[in-house]
């Protein structure tokens, strides 16, 4: 789907939820399919915007400033900065609290995408996604590499899943598929919830 304001095959985009990156892109998508809702017939895009430092950018665009959107969006603990200032720049709040920003429909993940999804699935159920993948045998090596021996599970698997160039991006959908729809980490479930409230 193209972006807010722009007529894409048979409607416009009313929505525009504000992603770190393609991984997080993907996996809002993929809940989205799951429960059964239609980003695209429903107007919303889902919009990486290539890190949290870009976030000013993008908010200037479909923010009340420029295409005046219906806004949400979601980042990793550690850019929650780069969001609220960029919120605060935009004229959406002053000295924002996390409440504050969820209200306006920004959610952080503790501490990132794949710690929220490896939590909400459990270590067992993720290494077996990555054996049906065939790499689990990787994975078992990432785990006895000096750094890694020993470290929580979680851990290891958070690591794995962010090497590779596009693992992260290949497993993200994935990882949301496994998931108990009861059991969707809340800035996920939350931030898709604002859009279509």
Do not use: N
């Amino acid at each position: 789907m193209q972006t807010a304001g722009v007529d894409t095959p048979g409607h416009l985009a009313r929505a525009v939820v504000l992603v770190e990156g393609t991984s997080d892109q993907r996996a809002l998508e993929a809940l989205a399919r799951r429960r059964s809702r239609s980003l695209d017939t429903e107007g919303v895009s889902v919009v990486p915007i290539g890190g949290a430092q870009a976030i000013g950018r993008f908010l200037e665009r479909f923010g009340p400033s420029g295409l005046d959107a219906r806004l949400a969006g979601l980042c990793d603990a550690g850019e929650e900065g780069d969001f609220r200032r960029g919120l605060e720049r935009a004229g959406l709040g002053d000295g924002l609290t996390r409440a504050e920003m969820e209200r306006l429909g920004f959610f952080v993940c503790v501490a990132d995408l794949e710690d929220e999804l490896i939590r909400a699935l459990g270590v067992s159920v993720v290494e077996q996604i990555v054996a049906g993948r065939g790499e689990l045998r990787s994975f078992r090596t990432l785990q006895k590499q000096p750094e890694w021996r020993g470290r929580a599970p979680e851990d290891q698997l958070r690591r794995f899943l962010g090497s590779g160039g596009r693992r992260k991006i290949e497993y993200a959908p994935l990882l949301v598929d496994a998931l108990d729809l009861d059991r969707v980490p809340r800035p996920l479930d939350r931030v898709l919830a604002h859009i279509w409230a």
